[in-house]
């Protein structure tokens, strides 16, 4: 069930806007971690505000918040964040209950399209899998014979162990007088508002294992290992014409680009490419590519199936085109909940960091390509504010 609260929380947005910000200008670890504890401070008051209204609003009969698609807890989620209410927060090591975790994950995907389009895959409490090649996993053979071929080589482990995406969650005091209902509404939101910024930048910008961040879908890895960023593979403009020639080309270009592999392989991609662009370059995408029908209706379309996603991680004038399928995204290990004996800027709250292993990276460097983008308006157009 997906968490809907009412209104915006403004004053998260802007701080959330301004760390991520200096984060993408590179500035020092000292600037970023002050723009971060600003930006959680902002999470907890605002959502504490937030929730602490509808407290007063809502009528908590269980039956009637059921029946209109409110947060309703099972007699696990109950007992555990009733003992956290006795306790006065949560126990060292305590871990969330599995359908928590299973609801800031489907919170997650459901809140966050790129999250969704990219595939992240929630593995629970397993930490490797098993990722196979499907262009290797056969051979053929006489009926009698030995196996042939190299079967072997197209299965090979993933570990999603070696990282871990922390979150700070702030509880107030006031909060656990509330009830398990509304802690765990509180709790799952914070996790589901941070966590969407650290996967959103590592996934995207993340600058590989030496730095202790997935590798993005923005950056190439070298054979030696190496992790740069993406150069440029052309430019779009997406401008007018008769029947769509250009736009049709130019995105042409694209998915033949990604029909093959870094090795020259071909693959199929069609209707498996997502095309990620910064919300200030969005309304130009779609401004070129909505038409109005004989009826008078908008109808917003790319050719080629091609699922347009906005992201704040993308910089403005690029696109950023990925193959579903093709880059691996992973939670694991569950939420484990920690004090964190450290003063606190919001006064009589409990601080705890709840961890999760996560990690990403693409299959190779044309899981992803990169290009500019150059929509010039004129000749009767309307440029876009």
Do not use: C
């Not at 996967?199 to 590798?215: A, F, M």
């Not at 004996?341 to 460097?365: C, H, S, V, W």
């Amino acid at each position: 069930m997906t968490m809907k609260l009412k209104g915006k929380m403004e004053n998260f947005e802007a701080k959330k806007a301004a760390y991520m910000n200096l984060v993408k200008e590179g500035a020092d670890a000292e600037k970023q971690a002050v723009a971060w504890n600003e930006m959680q401070d902002a999470l907890v008051e605002d959502l504490t505000e937030k929730i602490t209204a509808e407290v007063r609003n809502e009528n908590i009969d269980s039956q009637i918040l059921s029946s209109r698609g409110q947060n309703v807890l099972t007699s696990e989620e109950r007992k555990f964040f009733n003992a956290a209410i006795e306790f006065g927060g949560f126990d060292e090591d305590s871990i969330l209950p599995v359908t928590t975790q299973e609801r800031v994950f489907e919170d997650l995907v459901a809140a966050h399209p790129l999250l969704e389009a990219i595939g992240l895959q929630d593995l629970g409490a397993v930490t490797r899998f098993i990722y196979s090649d499907p262009n290797k996993t056969y051979a053929w053979g006489n009926l009698f014979g030995e196996i042939k071929g190299q079967v072997g080589a197209a299965f090979r482990e993933e570990q999603i162990g070696q990282l871990k995406l922390t979150a700070f969650a702030i509880i107030p005091k006031d909060m656990l007088e509330l009830g398990p209902e509304w802690v765990e509404r509180y709790v799952r939101t914070l996790l589901v508002e941070s966590y969407s910024v650290g996967l959103e930048y590592g996934l995207v910008n993340g600058r590989g294992p030496t730095q202790s961040e997935p590798i993005g879908l923005m950056k190439d890895v070298a054979d030696n290992g190496a992790v740069t960023d993406k150069t440029s593979s052309g430019t779009l403009t997406f401008a007018p014409s008769q029947f769509g020639e250009v736009v049709a080309g130019e995105l042409h270009d694209v998915i033949k680009a990604l029909s093959t592999d870094a090795k020259g392989k071909a693959r199929k991609v069609l209707n498996k490419v997502v095309m990620v662009v910064n919300p200030v370059d969005a309304i130009s995408v779609q401004f070129r590519n909505t038409i109005q029908t004989a009826n008078g209706q908008w109808v917003t379309a790319l050719p080629y199936n091609i699922k347009v996603v906005e992201s704040e991680e993308i910089p403005e004038k690029k696109a950023l085109f990925f193959i579903q399928g093709q880059y691996l995204a992973a939670l694991a290990g569950g939420y484990k909940a920690n004090k964190f004996d450290q003063t606190l800027a919001i006064e009589d709250a409990m601080l705890y960091t709840i961890k999760q292993f996560a990690n990403g990276k693409p299959r190779d460097n044309k899981t992803a390509l990169l290009y500019d983008l150059d929509i010039k308006f004129g000749n009767g157009d309307v440029e876009t504010p």
